[in-house]
């Protein structure tokens, strides 16, 4: 409502609609606690090691999760960003 100063006042009404947007508030959370997998020693390259999946509770771009690795892990594996699937990428040799 907004309502003038003069003499009789005038007032004039409308309609408002907020709409409240999702925020990033939820940390994503693994469907495990810890996963294992075993492979090969001489498994070739691009061998499928395992599938990690997490989920947010959070709606629409908020809730998209990426996977990645942390920096030792990229020589000998690889991850879909994506799918959370784990691939070998690099020698993996049982003595290393």
Sequence with gaps: MAQDKGSPPLIGICNLTVSVEDQNDND?????TMYSGRLSE??????????????????????RIVYSLANESQAQFRIDPNTGHIFTAGCHSKTK
Excluded: I, M
């Excluded at 994503?28 to 495990?32: G, Y």
């Excluded at 061998?47 to 629409?60: K, M, P, W």
């Design 42 to 63: 001489d498994a070739p390259l691009g061998t499928l090691v395992l599938n990690v999946s997490a989920a947010d509770r959070d709606q629409h771009l908020n809730a």
């Design 28 to 32: 994503p959370v693994f469907s495990q």
